[in-house]
């Protein structure tokens, strides 16, 4: 909350604390109701719904593929997801309804593609790295080519592409919301598989769980999570890596406890990264997403300097 309060007192017009809570309540002058409520209160809000979600899945994600390098990045769900939003935003602008959806279905592909290309006698982090880097590099240029061949378009798009929140309205929250509740309330019914899935597939597999099936669960929970919030915001990267380490860190790795921790942490990383994307070049707004990619690429060189596996 004070973060979201901050967040929202600062920028190219400046409210006093004072302005903020009457303007919330009801209150204030105009122009404070217009920028407040109109413009930063909703984006403030996308950013603490997207943060859990991105969370969330990548904490699901590492669960499934026994990997703590997996996120909705790297196992290629952003580009997937990407790739089909741009694709019906420049080609069919009419049926922006439909890209919500249409995201969870590239997201799903893109990381049944990464599954298949890793596996070799169970699944180990560098295949996962090398797989998504070569399904990222697919999705990507196919990207790529949608803004070659549509250039005309591309302007339209281009914010997205780097993973913003700006403009972001009550319409877009009132479609993110139902999204990430339905996403959200369906994680907390994965907590008992995803701890067993902890245990490895033959110890698992001992006390009863029958593992393909839970992993496929998790990993449409996970898919679904990511794959709304890339509709909405555009691609934002490394935070389904780096909140589930720092959620660990804290509460363990029981997901009754690292669940909630990482949507926690999660809408404070992507609130606090999108607040510093608005003010520190300002009047200009960075997009949100390229303040988590200098972030959040140290960190995943530092894992991989670990040697995480």
């Known amino acids: 909350m004070i973060l979201a309060i901050l967040s929202m007192r600062f920028g190219s017009v400046s409210f006093t604390y004072r302005e903020i809570i009457d303007t919330i309540f009801g209150g204030g002058t105009n122009l404070s109701q217009n920028i407040i409520m109109n413009v930063r209160l909703p984006r403030v809000i996308t950013a603490i719904l997207v943060g859990a979600n991105l969370a969330v899945s990548g904490t699901l994600l590492q669960a499934v593929m026994q990997n703590p390098l997996a996120d909705p990045g790297i196992t290629g769900v952003n580009s997937g997801a990407s790739l089909v939003a741009i694709f019906i935003m420049m080609l069919f602008p009419g049926y922006t309804f ?17 599954y298949l290309l890793a596996w070799k ?28 061949l549509y250039s005309d378009r591309i302007q339209g798009v281009i914010s997205w592409m780097n993973g913003s929140l700006v403009g972001k309205s009550w319409t877009d929250i009132s479609s993110l919301a139902v999204y990430s509740f339905i996403g959200l309330t369906a994680s907390f019914f994965c907590i008992r598989y995803a701890n067993a899935l902890q245990l490895g597939d033959k110890m698992a597999a001992n006390v009863g769980v029958n593992t393909n099936v839970y992993r496929m669960l998790l990993s449409l929970t996970a898919v679904f999570l990511a794959g709304v919030s890339v509709a909405i915001t555009g691609p934002i990267g490394f935070v389904g890596l780096a909140v589930p380490h720092i959620s660990r860190l804290i509460v363990g790795s029981d997901h009754k406890y690292l669940l909630p921790s990482s949507i926690f942490f999660g809408s404070i990383m992507v609130l606090l990264g999108d607040t510093f994307a608005r003010t520190v070049a300002s009047p200009i707004e960075l997009p949100v997403g390229l303040i988590m990619a200098v972030v959040g690429a140290p960190f995943f060189l530092y894992l991989l300097r670990r040697g995480a596996r």
Do not use: D, E, Q
């Not at 439909?98 to 997201?107: R, T, W």
């Not at 070569?134 to 196919?142: E, F, K, P, Q, R």
């Open 98 to 114: 439909l890209v919500p959806i249409a995201a969870f279905g590239g997201g799903l592909l893109a990381c049944m593609m990464v």
């Open 121 to 148: 006698n169970g699944i180990k982090p560098m295949r996962i790295i090398l797989a998504g880097v070569a399904v990222n590099a697919i999705l990507g240029s196919g990207t790529a080519l949608l803004s070659v």
